[in-house]
């Protein structure tokens, strides 16, 4: 291996190489600037990479697999005799017409799904955003953030049914923190919702906690998130989690609520129609 007059590392006589790389970031979502350990960065990557290259390929592909299946084999959806052999693209183009080959269309979009999920939200207490782990775009659509009107919900349904539980934290770990220790959603709910108490947030967030404009009279996400806090302890019956977190979060949000809705004619109460 050498490197050129311009920079560039070249490899000569053979006919492979094995590169080992790893991406670390100073963002911490439990820090009060949302940032912390710059300075240990370059240090905690190179070991990782010496780690790693002291295993060796065939040993980290290994873990990689086992480590994936453990989620991934949880569960499995079979739709019956299927053919598995045919190209997507096909699958997707006579989806209308052949309404028995087409099932594996569902199969697969089933796994594609819990795959994502499994691949976009783990280690860290942020949720999956719009474009997942990676993007390849310095200005990727809607900022690759975290869409409050549906987006990251839908994320997040496969998490509980389909054996996910513990992925589903990064998202709820996230409301918590958001709700309830940080500032900004207590904010919204003054500015926004013109509501003194509780907590609300935008369409769009980010992972500091912060969102946009767009839309600010869209103040109800709070209570789909509230769904996903219940959802989570119906599925795990976790009461530590329910009484530290879940329970504060959800008050809160009711406090909101019983400042916020509106009595209609019938003696009802209902959201107002903002």
């Known amino acids: 291996i050498t490197k050129n007059a311009k920079g560039i590392i070249e490899v000569n006589g053979a006919n492979s190489m094995t590169v080992y790389l790893r991406g670390l970031t100073d963002v911490d979502p439990d820090a009060p600037t949302y940032v912390s350990g710059d300075n240990l960065l370059a240090g905690r990557a190179a070991a990782t990479v010496n780690d790693a290259q002291n295993k060796g390929y065939d040993a980290l592909l290994a873990a990689h697999k086992a480590d994936y299946k453990s989620l991934f084999d949880?569960?499995?959806?079979?739709?019956?005799?299927v053919k598995n052999n045919i190209p997507t693209p096909q699958l997707i183009s006579s989806y209308r017409n052949n309404q028995h080959d087409i099932l594996f269309l569902e199969e697969l979009?089933?796994?594609y799904g819990r795959y994502l999920l499994i691949s976009s939200s783990r280690g860290v207490s942020l949720p999956a955003n719009l474009q997942g782990i990676w993007n390849d775009n310095n200005t990727p659509a809607w900022h690759s953030d975290i869409h409050a009107n549906i987006n990251v919900q839908m994320n997040y349904w496969p998490a509980e049914p389909t054996n996910l539980s513990e992925l589903h934290r990064p998202f709820l770990d996230y409301i918590y923190r958001e709700a309830c220790v940080k500032?900004?959603?207590r904010r919204f709910a003054q500015d926004m919702g013109h509501v003194n108490t509780g907590w609300t947030l935008p369409t769009e967030n980010n992972i500091?906690?912060?969102?946009?404009?767009?839309a600010n009279t869209y103040t109800v996400a709070n209570a789909w998130y509230c769904q996903h806090l219940w959802q989570h302890y119906t599925y795990t019956m976790d009461k530590d989690f329910l009484?530290?977190?879940?329970?504060?979060?959800?008050?809160?949000?009711?406090?909101?609520w019983f400042k916020k809705l509106v009595k209609a004619a019938d003696g009802t109460y209902e959201?107002?129609?903002?």
Request: charged share 20%; with cysteine; hydrophobic share 30%.
């Open 109 to 111: 979009y089933f796994n």
């Open 74 to 81: 949880r569960c499995q959806l079979t739709l019956g005799d």
């Open 271 to 274: 959201c107002p129609n903002e």
């Open 183 to 185: 500032p900004t959603w």
């Open 208 to 214: 500091y906690g912060s969102g946009t404009t767009f």
């Open 243 to 256: 009484r530290t977190k879940a329970f504060p979060a959800m008050k809160a949000a009711v406090d909101y």
